[in-house]
């Protein structure tokens, strides 16, 4: 049986691993909807376009693979696929996605609030190129 989470990988030193990732809307998701074969079909939208915590996961993301430097990239994080991560990372300067990283978790906490209707961004597509 599929088990895990898209988000829960390596923890950024930022959070504990459970302070966001347990507010995560893909908890109990089948982990093969956010790899590749399954990526294409978008069964992780539903997840990711509902999710309390997607600034913090895609820019989790960001801080995680600018510190690998081979530059690889795998698996949607924070309803962006590796694709769009990369056109992000190729704009931005080393050390901008821990910043947006910070700012991420500061609203996340912020809001207080583990409800996902309440937490989600108006514009979900806005967050990996609204920056």
Partial sequence: MAQGLV????PVSLARPVEWQDAAACGGAPRELFFA????EGGWRPFCSACPVADVCFWSAMVEE???????????RGGSPPSVRRKVAAVTHPGYARGRLEQALDAWRRSGSDDLAAAVP??????AVGF
């Fill in 7 to 10: 988000c829960r990988v390596e």
């Fill in 37 to 40: 074969p399954l990526l294409k």
């Fill in 66 to 76: 600018e510190a690998d430097d081979t530059g690889y990239r795998f698996g949607v």
């Fill in 122 to 127: 108006a514009a979900a597509g806005e967050r």
